[in-house]
């Protein structure tokens, strides 16, 4: 078995001093504009085993058996970067180690601010040392408290979002467990018996804690006064929470 790490939004992550990507046998990190450092689209795939890497070559080829290229044959799909596309990925990944530093003391200075709050709690990670400081994840006492506080704290101009849309097997594709793949023009079915073996309720405690989390976006492109505004505005709403 081959382990494939999903390091979509973790550019720069630890995890108890081992960087995240480095557990598995391979280990895919997305350049989207929303990550943590953007190309615009497009991603990129790291390994170490020359076998894994060559058949990752074919793949993303459409498994073209360009001079150079050894192995067996196979189709692949067309998911090549273009050369503009990684030098603007190269940049950013210069940048990375600012970012991460911004990131993480702007984090922690609103944490400071808020810390005293009663009715919020701050939700730290398994190893917080190696918390990349994208977000800060609040935990009130309720749902109805989390939607009250993630409603008023965007009418202050402070981007948050709901932690239970996160929900990885909530996704309707999930849900509905089709590949777009036809096979004697019908989808094709991953799911048991043809129904999907996902639904809501499948892990209740985890969907209540998600229902009363909020994630204030932490940004490297704030500026300190951006951090006091944020600080502000939590408090501001936390003393009117219902």
Sequence with gaps: LRVIEDCAQAHGATYRGQPVGSFGDVATFSLQYLKIITAGEGGAVAMDDPAVYARAVYFHDLGF???????????????RMSELTGAVALEQLRKLPTFLDRMRGYRRSIIDAIKDIDGITIRE???????????????FEDKSKARFFRRTIRAENIPCDGCFAKLSYGYPAILACRTG??????????????????????CPRTEAILARSVSITVSPAYSPRDVEDIASGIRKVAAHLP
């Design 65 to 79: 058996q360009r001079k150079g290229r050894e192995g067996p044959p196979f189709a692949g799909e067309n998911l």
């Design 125 to 139: 990670g398994r190893d917080p040392a190696g918390d990349l400081g994208a977000s800060l994840v609040l935990q």
């Design 181 to 202: 793949v036809k096979e004697d023009r019908r989808e094709i079915s991953f799911g048991t018996g043809g129904e999907s073996p996902y639904q809501m309720g499948l």
